[in-house]
């Protein structure tokens, strides 16, 4: 089963600063098989990006994604207000998901 | 407009059976499969298993293998997750999401259920 760590666990930054999210596999993904969620509290997650960099359907561009192998990377340009939520990747391998732990990304 | 509305809230004993179901609307149900994830209490998020509702193959994460039964009724797109008998560490939320087909290369939930309520105690 792949593993995948988020760091950090929180991330405590302010409206209009960039964030940058990391997700690290314990082995290789393929990127076309690496996906972003953001969930607010309350709600369901929403797909964010897809294939490590594809932004889904209706997803500002100041969502992006990146990386490959083993290390991924979701960066929000600029902060909006609405952005603070948890974040989670996920993979697909071995005809099996996992989905990272979280980064809860709050307002400092 | 794609939709996935499951079922609403339970509460039941532990030993009881149960099953919550997820229809899907505004596109075609048997050409996409179906997805189960658990999130307990203030955790994360957990793949279940998943399942096509065009021919019922179904797979489990080895975690929840045996644990639940997952199913699908194409003729009325609904697809649904089942206990024999719960315990009252199955108390979570549940929710269904899309998968497009395998053949498309891509691997995403695109679209959630708003999520069921599962509480087990006595």
């Known amino acids: 089963e792949i593993v995948l760590t988020q760091s950090p666990g929180t991330l405590s930054l302010s409206p209009g600063e960039r964030a940058t999210l990391s997700c690290r596999a314990s082995?290789?993904?393929?990127?076309?098989?690496l996906a972003w969620y953001q969930q607010k509290p309350g709600q369901a997650p929403r797909l964010l990006i897809y294939?490590?960099?594809s932004r889904a359907t209706g997803i500002p561009d100041r969502f992006s994604g990146s990386g490959s192998g083993t290390d991924f990377t979701l960066t929000i340009s600029r902060l909006e207000p609405e952005d603070f939520a948890v974040y989670y990747c996920?993979?697909?391998?071995?005809?099996?998901?996992?989905f990272g732990q979280g980064t809860k990304l709050e307002i400092k | 407009e794609v939709q996935l509305v499951q079922s609403g809230a339970e509460v039941k004993k532990p030993g009881e059976s149960l099953k919550i179901s997820c229809k899907g609307s505004?596109?075609?149900?048997?050409?996409?499969?179906i997805g189960w994830v658990r999130q307990m209490p203030g955790k994360g998020l957990e793949w279940m298993g998943i399942?096509?509702?065009?021919?019922?193959?179904?797979r489990y994460s080895p975690s929840f293998q045996g644990q639940v039964t997952i199913s699908a009724d194409k003729s009325i797109s609904t697809a649904y997750l089942q206990w024999s008998s719960l315990k009252a560490s199955d108390t979570a939320m549940y929710y269904c999401?899309?998968?497009?087909?395998?053949?498309?290369?891509?691997?995403?939930?695109?679209?959630w259920g708003q999520g069921t309520l599962v509480t087990v105690s006595s």
């Open positions: 082995q290789s993904v393929s990127s076309s098989y």
């Open positions: 996920q993979q697909y391998g071995s005809s099996m998901y996992t």
């Open positions: 999401a899309r998968h497009p087909p395998y053949s498309s290369g891509w691997v995403r939930f695109d679209y």
């Open positions: 399942i096509y509702p065009g021919d019922s193959d179904t």
């Open positions: 294939g490590a960099s």
């Open positions: 505004g596109y075609s149900f048997t050409n996409y499969w």
